[in-house]
Antibody
Framework: QLQLQESGPGLVKPSETLSLTCTVSGGSISNSNYYWGWIRQPPRKGLEWIGSIYYTGSTYYNPSLKSRVTISVDTSKKQFSLKLTSVTAADTAVYYC??????????????WGQGSLVTVSS | QSALTQPPSASGSPGQSVTISCTGTSSDVGGYNYVSWYQHHPGKAPRLMIY???KRPSGVPDRFSGSKSGNTASLIVSGLQAEDEADYYCSSYAGSSNWVFGGGTKLTVL
């Protein structure tokens, strides 16, 4: 069974860079039928798509975050990562990684990690 | 792109049916048949319940169904059960390899 696990610091200072990694197990990150994505949920708010990446490295970002976001993939480690620069308190959220279908379950996030709470505070 | 609009709450008694709406625009919900719905119990990973407007992944009870009319999609939960109590989110493809989510609806089983 596919599993995704987020990892990274739970506390980041304002103006610094938030970094998270998602490790994929039980399946191939190089499967051509899927993208991989990051989604976040600020406290008491809804979900927000941050961006997605294909195993080749092609990336797609939410226009509202594009200037601060970088998503990368390391297929040898079966990992993909998120970097968000110049963070503020508004970036405090639970960050989820997820698999995004291209053919089956087209354009739906069909497997998710448990989520990682990141707090931005000095 | 703006978030999709969902009612903050919905409720029903066991055995009843509940419909949760998700309103977008012609650039997302109305423009593509790529609406999906997620069930989220706090502290757990969200679960895909419906994709491509009406399709159910294997393992999802057929009590869950989806539909769309114009710029509004709907999740219908029939025969409500206690374990259906959760937050539900809709999502839609918004073109140019972008996705948008709704604000979420808290479903309470009375």
């Amino acid at each position: 069974q596919l599993q995704l696990q987020e990892s990274g610091p739970g506390l980041v200072k304002p103006s610094e860079t938030l970094s998270l990694t998602c490790t994929v197990s039980g399946g191939s990150i190089s499967n051509s039928n899927y993208y991989w994505g990051w989604i976040r949920q600020p406290p008491r708010k809804g979900l927000e798509w941050i961006g997605s990446i294909y195993y080749t490295g092609s990336t797609y970002y939410n226009p509202s975050l594009k200037s601060r976001v970088t998503i990368s993939v390391d297929t040898s480690k079966k990992q993909f990562s998120l970097k968000l620069t110049s963070v503020t308190a508004a970036d405090t959220a639970v960050y989820y990684c997820a698999r995004l279908g291209i053919t089956a379950t087209t354009y739906a996030f069909d497997f998710w990690g448990q989520g990682s709470l990141v707090t931005v505070s000095s | 792109q703006s978030a999709l609009t969902q009612p903050p709450s919905a409720s029903g008694s066991p055995g009843q049916s509940v419909t949760i709406s998700c309103t977008g625009t012609s650039s997302d919900v109305g423009g593509y048949n790529y609406v999906s719905w997620y069930q989220h119990h706090p502290g757990k990973a969200p679960r895909l319940m419906i994709y491509e407007v009406t399709k159910r992944p294997s393992g999802v009870p057929d009590r869950f169904s989806g539909s769309k009319s114009g710029n509004t999609a709907s999740l219908i939960v029939s025969g409500l059960q206690a374990e259906d109590e959760a937050d539900y989110y809709c999502s839609s493809y918004a073109g140019s390899s972008n996705w948008v989510f709704g604000g979420g609806t808290k479903l309470t089983v009375l």
